[in-house]
């Protein structure tokens, strides 16, 4: 069973930048899908990004599109999420989840299993 631990989190201001990174331990990420969610108080999870196990197909909320990156290294047993031009409605507890069926992209939360702690992620107006 993998193990996902994630940090990188922490308050910043709008418009600004963070890097999430996913580590993981217990078995090799590379045969993993993995994805970000991220939850706000009071509201559901929702799905951020997404990266097949390979790492050559990625997908993303439109919410965060063109802004955030995911990108993985299964040397290092890591997964990255570059957030740029960050808004307040960025904020959020973000996790990050893997998915057994490597070649493929899921958003929904149920197909995933193994879950992070997760890490706060804040932003100031």
């Known amino acids: 069973q993998v193990q996902l631990v994630e940090s990188g989190g922490g308050l910043v201001q709008a418009g600004g930048s963070l890097r999430l990174s996913c580590a993981a331990s217990g078995r090799t990420l590379s045969s993993y899908s993995m994805a970000w969610f991220r939850q706000a108080p009071g509201k559901e999870r929702e799905f951020v990004a997404a990266?097949?196990?390979?790492?050559?197909?990625?997908r993303y909320a439109d919410s965060v599109k063109g802004r955030f990156t995911i990108s993985r290294d299964n040397a290092k047993n890591m997964v990255s999420l570059q957030m740029n031009s960050l808004k307040p409605e960025d904020t959020a507890a973000y996790y990050c989840a893997a998915d057994e069926r490597g070649w493929v992209i899921s958003t929904r939360p149920a197909d995933f299993e193994p879950w992070g702690q997760g890490t706060q992620v804040t932003v100031s107006s």
């Open positions: 990266i097949t196990g390979s790492g050559t197909s990625t």
